[in-house]
Every structure is written in structure tokens, then in C-alpha cells.
């Protein structure tokens, strides 16, 4: 209860600072970060990327301002009024349909409402999930030897990520506190970007031969699934390895669990594991193991290019590699490996790749 | 025999004919769409010209059918008609004309234009071309069926009688050839006539399609353009060779004569300059003049003071008439004009004339429209190779409020371009008169003019942003202010905030805003005045009481009036000045509206204005 109070608490604080600002004379004015890869600085304290200092400002003075803080307050009256005072919740699209009644302060696109509930996050220091704010889609899926309880809305529930699932495996919720880890046997995590890779470690036994937690984190992870691979980094005290295609999306990928995204900076304190690393496909891996290539698009070059000037892969090992890309045109799937062999990836890829980062004794 | 002596027998000379029907690209019928409107672009600039010469105010029908695999292009006009003894020369002998030696302007200048629509024909279908004419109510319609014999450029008779044709006068072609009809946008029939339109608002155009639809051309005023009248050529820009073929072959006696019969805009005191300049007698014989003393005749003429060269000889469209024909051809918001005073190329005078229409129903995403003319004939083709678009794209367009990504190529946004160019003498790039030849003479003429229409269309857009930023704050103010301040007091359960002050600032007026209290038995008043805008605002402040003020700051003057006391400031106040006034009255005190007097109501939130 006392989490819907303080949620609630937020944003009535919100709604009295413009109150007063109209009171006091003051052109009403909502600060935000700006959330351009220009303004995320790493912070040594939490070892992550967070916003800096940059900020640009909502006022009243124009139309677009102005009606951004009128939908501002519309949705600051709905999570308070609905939401938290009724203890219920709607997802992302609910709310962007739930606007449809707001007349002037109605959303053009659910993406213009996301952005204003990741403000709202911002302005508040909350996370929508406190907001009762669910995503459309739940999180992405665990295999591994791994025992959790999980308070549903129709009680608690216990199973194994090996033994109580189907092939598909565990589901992550969509709100991770709700789970508890119970017992594990695993030695290492391993997210991964493609159902193909995902089910093919699963076929051939990985999880069982190398103690391994497989996530499946379908492609850009939500939330739910960089809490939960942070959870298990953090409470199991596991190593996270991170194994994606080789391409500039897939970096982003990685980067968005090991350093934090740029949109949702504001929570890279919960969300980003930083201790994670990155597994493969590396574009030195192309070479070394000759897999066959596609070549890069102009958008993959362009976005290449960007990730050079991007503050969170300024680090020796993603310049010489995005280098490497850029001199090779070429980028690589993970099921480029099946080329050499179904088992080629498990049995002799992968056990290479984590011996040289040194995670398999 | 020797090699050379063998090479010589297979010399000969090239007929024009000949050299066209190998060429026939350099003519402008290089495409099959293109090859009809180059037919009908030829035809109709006859027409054109022919009217005018006339004093007629052109009315022309142009009809193209489908003839199995051919096409059949007719062309109609009111024009004077020709004599019979030229008819087969002007149809089907090429470099036949009575313009190209003459220094004024005209559409069609070295006579090959109409003759090479007839050769193409005769060349794709095989079929002569059909000619009508007749020079008078009273006089008969000849008719004609002319091929051009290309080995001696001559033209063949092969029919020639009398006709029945119902028109008082006029010259009507048939010609059949191959070819293809499309109907763009642009590069089309259509588009070439709508824009021959554009350019000669006096003239009313007939379309007939191969489907039978018809578009009319409407004239826009029955005014003809002013005649064009022969000059001689202007000293400014002549060349060498040039002066010393004209010094060579003059029929005058001395070269002081010679200087001033032979070019325009010379008078007797430039002669007598020139000579000085040039250290040359004016009773010297111009045949005597030698290579050293033209070139300093042509030094001298540099630097003297000529005038302009007299602009009878062009005969430009007007910039009431580029506006009328703008709007009529497209909806707009506004257009704007720049005609440019005379000025020479190497002894042509020319003048440049732009017109820029902006906004209405014109695309507003993509890059602007051009539309380029040349003696009033539209050019369609190789628009990127023209002096016109070149000058285009080398304006700074964002200086006057056009889009221009990377100031490359044109700008973007809802505008059509048409710039106009008359001249005694147009360079083509090409003898298919496509393109306007980039000479730094042109360029920078049609460069200031495009500047001119831009700042105009700068000063529009300024002060239509200034009516669209007032209407988007009362947008603010009106609807969206209000409804955050209704939500916020549905949130918090209270009362809506007060939005005055914030309105005030928004709108940069004038805020006045009166606070009573109660205290020690009496009232205590304070009026906050705030100056929101960017000007020292002076004015008077009346504030009517039921009975008088004690300790009043600053201190009022006060006028007894029947039911009370009208007390008043004398106030100015800088911008972003604030100013305050307290008094105190008795409890029951009536108070009315602080009234404000000696601005304008529209900048003062919170107090009657009067």
C-alpha cells in the first residue's frame, strides 16, 4: 500500500508545482533531461549510463508545449484517479486508447504516450510499473536449471525452468519483483537475441552439459527481461554473457543490457547489468571462424558509424571491432555457425568463446 | 594518284537536310513523345510570332489523332497567312527565314524549327506534310503537299490547288509522323501548351487529344504584347571579329558615321569619344581600320558610358500580367514579380523577368516548381542543364525563407518558379533549344532578379508568422491554459488557479491585477502593474471609488465626480517593469473596473481600456 501512496504522492506533487507556478505568475515549465546519446554520462558510482546534465523544457509558450503538459496532466489524473486509487492498471496501448476521450490532449500515436509516461518515470524517479503501467507483451523466456516461486494474481506458484516447462521454457512477467529464485545450479547466464539459437541450445543440451541459464531475450529486451537478467547477476551471483547476431542492431542490444539504453537511461540503475559481456557474434569472430556474411546495408553503415560517436561504446574493444566491420561490409547471423554443422555452435564455438573470456574452467 | 588527290573526290558538301536526317536528335527529336511536342512546339511558335507580327490576337487549335500506327498533328491558326510563293520555302527548306537577320526578338529565329517538324514526318511516316493558307476574307485557301528533297535542301511540290476552308485567314498544318502521345504532368502536349499559356496571356489555345477530350486555353487579356522592333546591336559586349566584319563590309565612307549608323545607343558625343579614345580620325575609311586600331576601338568602347540599349526591341510580358497568369494557371496565396532593366551580352540586349508564386494548392514536401521561358517559349527539356536553373540553385534560398536542404539544387515548399528571358538573341546550349547557355552576363541578371522576388516573399512570410504566432498563442490562451487549469483543480480539489498573469506574459501585454485586503478596519488595496511586452508602455490609470483613498502610493490625482471619486496615475513603465500602487478606503467602498486609457485594448489583460 505504501508504494501506491508514494506513486500517488509523485504526482500530486507534479500537479502542485504547475498549480503554483499559474499562481505565482510564473509561464508553467516542465524540465526534462534531454534523451539524446549526447547527454548520457557514464556514472562511476552505479558503474552505468544515466542522463546528464542537459535539459530541455516544456513551458506553455508554445502549442506543442502547451498541450504536451495539458496530456501531462490528463495522465496525471487517470494514474492517480484509476489506477492507483483503484489498485488497477492498463497497458501501454490501454492508455494510448483510454486518450481517445481527452479531446485536445488526445495521443496522435502510442509512441507519443510512452514517451510521456518515460517522462513521468523521469519527473517522479518512478518506474511506470508503480504506476500500474503493464507493457502488451510479456517478457521473454527462461530454460535452465533454476527453481522459482512466482505470486501471481491466483496465488503462488513454484516450478523449474528445466523440469515444469514445455520447450519454450519459463515466462518472464511482466513485473519481476513478483518472482523469487529458489535454487539454481547454474554457473552462467546466457541472453540470447534469436529464438533459433535459443532452441537450438536447448536441443543440443547445452543448458544441462555447461550449467548454463539460457534467456531468450527476443531482440530489443523489455524491461522485464533486463530485470531479470540484472536479478540473477545480482541475487545468484552469476556471470552474464550476451550472444547476438553480428551486426550494429545487435550491439545496441548488448549495450542496452551491459551499459543502459538511451531512452530509459533514467533507469539504467535498475535495469542495466553491468558486469555483463559481450559473447558474440564479434566481427573478429567472422574472420577466425570464416561464417558466411551478408553485406552491410547503408543504414548498417550509418548506424556503425553512429555507435563510434556513441559515449557507450567508446571503449578500445567495440572501436576496433565496429572497425573490423566496417573494413570486412559484412555482418553475420548467429545460425550463420549451422553452415559448419548443427552442433558446431555448442560444441565447439561457444565452449571456445567462454574459455577465452575466461568463464569456463 | 595520290592518296590526298583520292580522299578529294569523296569531299562534298553536306546539305542541312542531309545533316538533320542523320542528326535529328539535335533538333529536339530524339524521343517518340518528344518528337510530337517538338512538332507542335514548332508549329505553335509560327503562329506565335506570325499574329503578333500581325497586330491578330492569336487563336489556335492544335489536334493530334491516331492514324493507325502514325499520329496526325494538326495545327491551326488566325494568323495573316502566307504568300503562295513562300509557302514551300517557309514548310520545306531549312534555314529559311525572315528573322535571323534581324537583331529583335521572336520565338523561331533561323528557320529550321517547322521545316524539321516536316522533314520528320516525311522521314517516320513517309506522308508530305498538308498545308493551308489563305491571306484574306476575299482571297482563296491554297493548299499544298510539300516534302523537302534532303540532298539539295529544296523544297517538292507534289499537289497544290485551291481549297474550300471556312476561315477568314490563317494558316492551318497537317503532319503525320511517328511518335507517341503521353499525357504527363510536364513533358507533355499538355504541359507544354498550358505553360505557352502562362507565358502569352493574349492567346487562346484549343487541345484536342487522341481521346477526344478537349482543354481550352483561355486568354488572360486581349491586350497584345508591345512590338518588337529591330535594333541595331549594342557596342557593350560586341566581339573583335564581329567589329571587323562590320568595318570591313559597312557601305559608310568615314568611321565617325560608321559608329553611329552601324550600333545602337551610340550618339554623336560617344563618337566623337570613341575616336579620341581610340586615337582615330573620324573621316578615317572603316575599310582602312586595321587589326590594332579595331582593337581599340572595341578598348574605347568599353570605357565609355553607353546607354542602355533601347528596349523597343524586346518585348517582355509585364509583371501584372506574370501575376495574372500565375494565378490563373495555379491557385495561390501569393505571388511575387521582378523585371530586370535591359542589359547586353556581346551586343544582345536582354531582360530578365521573374515571377514566384507561393502557397494555395501547390505541394508543400516537395522541391519547388520551375517553369523557364525563352522569348515566351516554354522550355521542358534538360531543365538541369539551363542558366535558369543554375542561377536557381545558387541562391541562398534560406536567406529568404524557402527550405534548401544543404543549399543543394532547388529549395523545397509550396512555390512555382517562372523565370522569363527575352533577348534579341537567346544562347542555347543546343540547337533543340532546351537550355539557356550559362553566361556569367545571364546568370547574374537572373540571379538579382530571383533575390528581389525572394526578399518579397521573405517580407510576406514575416508578416504572415507574426499573424500565425498571435493566432497560436490565443490558441494557447483560449482553449489550452484553461483546460490545464481546470484539470489541475480536479486533481488537488481546489479552486482553478488564477491564469491572468500567465496570459499577460504570454501575450506580452500589460498586466494589471488588484488585491484587497481587510485590515485594522479599513481596506488595504494593492494594484500590480506589470509590463509583459517588449516597448515602454505610457498610459493613465483610473481607478473610480465610492469614496475617497487615504495613503495612496504613489500619489493621484483626483477628480470629484457625481457618485464618487475618480483618482488616476500618469504611468510608463519599461519592459518587464513592474509597478506597484497602494491605498487604503473605508469598509463598503464601491469599487468598478480599473480603467486604462491611451493604449491599444488588445495588449492589456485585466482592466477596461478606453
Known amino acids: 500500500m505504501a508504494k501506491i501512496e508514494l506513486a500517488q504522492d509523485k504526482l500530486i506533487d507534479l500537479a502542485r508545482s504547475l498549480f503554483n507556478q499559474f499562481q505565482e505568475g510564473v509561464v508553467p515549465y516542465i524540465a526534462l533531461p534531454s534523451r539524446t546519446k549526447n547527454n548520457i554520462e557514464y556514472s562511476i558510482e552505479d558503474d552505468v549510463w544515466v542522463y546528464g546534465g542537459q535539459e530541455t523544457l516544456r513551458s506553455v509558450k508554445t502549442v506543442r508545449g502547451a498541450k504536451t503538459i495539458l496530456k501531462t496532466v490528463h495522465m496525471a489524473e487517470l494514474l492517480i484517479k484509476e489506477h492507483l486509487q483503484n489498485n488497477r492498471g492498463s497497458t501501454l496501448r490501454e492508455i494510448y486508447y483510454i486518450s481517445e476521450n481527452w479531446k485536445m490532449a488526445k495521443f496522435h500515436e502510442q509512441a507519443e504516450s510512452d514517451r ?246 | 594518284m595520290e592518296i590526298a588527290e583520292e580522299l578529294a573526290k569523296q569531299q562534298r558538301a553536306i546539305s542541312v537536310a542531309e545533316f538533320f536526317e542523320k542528326n535529328r536528335q539535335i533538333l529536339g527529336f530524339d524521343s517518340a513523345p518528344r518528337s510530337i511536342i517538338t512538332c507542335v512546339k514548332e508549329a505553335v511558335d509560327n503562329s506565335l510570332d506570325a499574329c503578333e507580327d ?42 529559311y527565314g525572315s528573322r535571323f537577320h534581324t537583331l529583335r526578338q521572336s520565338r523561331g529565329q533561323q528557320g529550321i524549327g517547322i521545316s524539321a517538324a516536316v522533314l520528320y514526318g516525311q522521314l517516320t511516316s513517309g506522308k508530305p506534310a498538308k498545308v493551308i493558307s489563305k491571306i484574306g476574307p476575299n482571297r482563296p485557301a491554297l493548299y499544298y503537299e510539300l516534302i523537302i528533297n534532303t540532298a539539295k535542301n529544296e523544297p517538292e511540290i507534289l499537289h497544290k490547288g485551291e481549297i474550300n476552308w471556312d476561315q477568314p485567314r490563317g494558316t492551318r498544318i497537317e503532319l503525320e509522323m511517328g511518335g507517341s502521345y503521353v499525357r504527363s504532368r510536364r513533358q507533355s502536349v499538355f504541359g507544354y501548351l498550358k505553360n505557352v499559356a502562362i507565358v502569352n496571356p493574349h492567346t487562346r489555345i484549343t487541345l484536342v487529344e487522341p481521346d ?204 512555382v518558379l517562372m523565370v522569363h528571358i527575352a533577348s534579341t538573341n537567346i544562347p542555347f546550349t543546343s540547337e533543340s533549344k532546351d537550355a539557356i547557355a550559362d553566361l556569367p552576363d545571364i546568370l547574374s541578371e537572373i540571379e538579382l532578379a530571383l533575390k528581389e522576388v525572394g526578399r518579397k516573399l521573405r517580407r510576406y512570410l514575416a508578416r504572415q508568422s507574426v499573424l500565425s504566432e498571435r493566432s497560436e498563442k490565443e490558441e494557447i490562451i483560449r482553449k489550452i491554459l484553461p483546460s490545464i487549469a481546470k484539470k489541475l483543480s480536479e486533481i488537488l480539489g481546489e479552486n482553478e488557479p488564477d491564469i491572468s498573469s500567465v496570459v499577460a506574459k504570454i501575450m506580452g501585454n500589460l498586466l494589471i491585477k488588484r488585491v484587497v485586503d481587510q485590515k485594522d478596519g479599513l481596506l488595504s488595496v494593492k494594484i500590480d502593474i506589470e509590463n509583459h511586452s517588449e516597448l515602454i508602455r505610457s498610459f493613465k490609470l483610473h481607478e473610480v471609488l465610492s469614496q475617497g483613498a487615504s495613503s495612496v502610493m504613489p500619489e493621484a490625482k483626483l477628480i470629484p465626480m457625481s457618485d464618487g471619486y475618480d483618482h488616476y496615475w500618469k504611468l510608463s513603465l519599461s519592459p518587464n517593469e513592474q509597478q506597484l500602487i497602494t491605498y487604503q478606503v473605508r469598509l463598503g467602498t464601491k469599487f468598478s473596473e480599473i480603467v486604462i486609457e491611451g493604449i491599444e485594448p488588445e495588449v492589456v489583460t485585466g482592466a477596461r481600456v478606453i
Open chain 1, 116 to 361: 510521456l509516461i518515460e517522462d513521468l518515470e523521469i519527473l517522479t524517479g518512478l518506474q511506470r510499473e508503480d504506476f500500474h503501467i503493464r507493457p502488451e507483451e510479456y517478457g521473454a523466456a527462461v530454460f535452465g536449471p533454476l527453481k522459482i516461486k512466482e505470486q501471481t494474481r491466483r496465488g503462488e506458484r513454484e516450478l523449474h525452468c528445466q523440469e515444469d516447462v514445455g520447450e519454450a521454457g519459463y515466462k518472464i512477467p511482466f513485473n519481476v519483483d513478483n518472482v523469487k529464485f529458489l535454487d539454481h545450479d547454474a554457473k552462467i547466464v546466457i541472453a540470447i537475441e534469436t529464438g533459433g539459437m535459443y532452441a537450438r541450445l536447448i536441443e543440443n543440451g547445452f543448458d544441462e552439459e555447461f550449467d548454463a541459464l539460457l534467456v531468450h531475450i527476443k531482440g530489443q529486451p523489455a524491461r522485464s527481461t533486463r530485470r531479470i537478467i540484472k536479478k540473477m547477476n545480482e541475487e545468484l551471483n552469476l556471470p552474464v554473457v550476451v550472444f547476438t547476431d553480428g551486426d550494429p542492431w545487435s550491439y545496441r542490444i548488448f549495450a542496452s543490457i551491459a551499459y543502459g539504453a538511451i531512452k530509459s537511461a533514467h533507469l539504467s540503475e535498475q535495469l542495466v547489468t553491468p558486469s555483463a559481456s559481450f559473447l558474440g557474434v564479434q566481427p573478429s569472430d567472422i574472420v577466425k571462424y570464416d561464417l558466411s556474411t551478408d553485406t552491410l546495408t547503408d543504414q548498417d553503415i550509418h548506424a556503425l558509424r553512429n555507435e563510434l560517436t556513441d559515449p557507450r561504446f567508446k571503449t578500445p574493444y567495440w572501436e576496433r571491432q565496429i572497425n573490423l566491420q566496417l573494413e570486412l561490409k559484412g555482418k553475420a547471423e548467429q545460425q550463420a555457425f549451422a553452415g559448419k554443422g548443427l552442433d558446431y555452435v555448442t560444441k565447439t564455438y561457444l565452449p571456445e568463446r567462454l574459455s577465452e573470456m575466461g568463464l569456463l574452467k
Open chain 2, 54 to 95: 500581325a497586330g491578330i490576337l492569336p487563336d489556335i487549335f492544335v489536334q493530334i489523332k491516331r492514324k493507325g500506327d502514325y499520329f496526325q498533328v494538326i495545327v491551326e491558326d488566325n494568323g495573316p497567312g502566307i504568300i503562295a510563293e513562300e509557302i514551300p520555302r517557309v514548310f520545306a527548306k531549312m534555314l
Open chain 2, 212 to 415: 477526344g477530350n478537349t482543354e481550352l486555353f483561355e486568354r488572360a487579356t486581349e491586350t497584345l504584347p508591345k512590338k518588337a522592333y529591330a535594333i541595331q546591336p549594342h557596342p557593350s559586349g560586341i566581339e573583335l571579329g564581329e567589329l571587323i566584319r562590320l568595318l570591313r563590309y559597312t557601305e559608310r565612307k568615314k568611321l565617325g558615321v560608321f559608329l553611329k549608323e552601324t550600333f545602337s545607343s551610340i550618339g554623336s558625343i560617344a563618337t566623337q569619344e570613341i575616336c579620341k579614345l581610340a586615337d582615330l580620325e573620324p573621316d578615317r575609311s572603316p575599310q582602312s581600320i586595321n587589326h590594332e586600331e579595331a582593337k581599340r576601338i572595341l578598348a574605347a568602347f568599353k570605357n565609355i558610358k553607353v546607354k542602355s540599349p533601347p528596349i523597343d526591341c524586346l518585348s517582355p510580358i509585364g509583371e501584372d500580367l506574370i501575376k495574372a497568369s500565375l494565378e490563373k494557371e495555379f491557385k495561390l496565396d501569393f505571388v511575387a514579380t521582378a523585371t530586370r532593366p535591359v542589359s547586353v551580352f556581346s551586343g544582345n540586349p536582354f531582360l530578365v523577368e521573374v515571377g514566384l508564386g507561393y502557397g494555395g494548392e501547390l505541394d508543400k514536401e516537395g522541391r519547388i516548381d520551375i517553369i523557364r521561358f525563352a522569348n515566351r517559349v516554354p522550355l521542358i527539356y534538360q531543365q538541369g542543364a539551363c542558366a535558369i536553373t543554375h542561377a536557381a540553385e545558387s541562391i541562398p534560398w534560406k536567406n529568404y525563407s524557402l527550405a534548401h536542404s544543404n543549399s543543394l539544387g532547388l529549395p523545397t515548399g509550396p512555390a
